[in-house]
């Protein structure tokens, strides 16, 4: 459905999970793909599934400016400017508040805000250096809208992704540059950086309308598309993958006895 040859791509957090999903299915379009993550044995995994003529791996920690800095460089040494950057790099963390350490703050916040602001920042520099019209996607999650317990860094850090991102839109409109959020609800994945218990996974699971946890190939598509010149006219805009979860309640039983 969508050809990305000769499009050079460049995502974060893509060694496993939703980020390996995203580069996956832009692989698959016949893109070229730049993967960014912190673990280097699991981006060499990664890396094994690619054809090695179109992907490109870096260990880098998209906290560290420097080194989002050098990835950006690298990566476009090998296959000239980014036209498509996917800031999606997040860790999923679980503390009630009055237990949470200022680290662990600052962890969440680090990761999922700045390092979402260091890995734009360095897209729209390179597009507006080398007057790409270029697409921006960042990946938010339904919990910038819908707080949860135990989660309150983790909610916070995705809204602030979300205005983020809209600010840096309205930026970037005037150069043909579009930029918009995916908003994932619960995908499943076998993270080892950011594990859930099979109970949070079981009540989850029971709040999709559609009936099934996203894939990440769900957010793939997405990206896909947003990518594309079909959403040449949406920016600033957020989009939600969830199978229904933001919309409200379905399976209730009958509200009369
Ligand atoms: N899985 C879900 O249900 C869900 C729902 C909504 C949003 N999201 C978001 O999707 C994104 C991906 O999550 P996932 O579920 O695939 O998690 P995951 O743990 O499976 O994958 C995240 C990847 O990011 C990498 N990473 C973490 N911190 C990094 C850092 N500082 N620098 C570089 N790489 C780093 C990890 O090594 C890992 O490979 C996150 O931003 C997450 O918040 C996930």
Known sequence: MFDYSGKHVIITGAAAGIG??????????????????????????????????????????????????TFFYDAEQGFGPVDIVVANAGVIPSAPVVDMTVDEWDRVLDTNAKGTFLTCRAGARSMLANNTSGKIITVSSIAADAARTDASHYCASKAAIVQFTKSLALEMSKHGINVNIIKPGYVE?????????????????????????GRPEDIGNMALFLASDYADHITGESFVVAGGASAGRANLPPAQP
């Open 20 to 69: 390996f999903g995203i580069a996956k299915c832009f692989h698959d379009a016949g893109a070229n793909v730049s993967i960014g993550d912190f673990r280097p044995d699991a981006l060499d995994n990664a890396l094994a599934t690619f054809d090695p003529e179109r992907s490109f791996g870096y260990t880098v920690d998209v906290r560290d400016e420097e080194m989002v800095g």
């Open 189 to 213: 994945v076998e993270s080892e950086v950011s594990p859930l218990s099979e109970e949070y996974k079981e009540v989850t699971r029971q709040g999709i309308p559609l009936g099934r946890p």
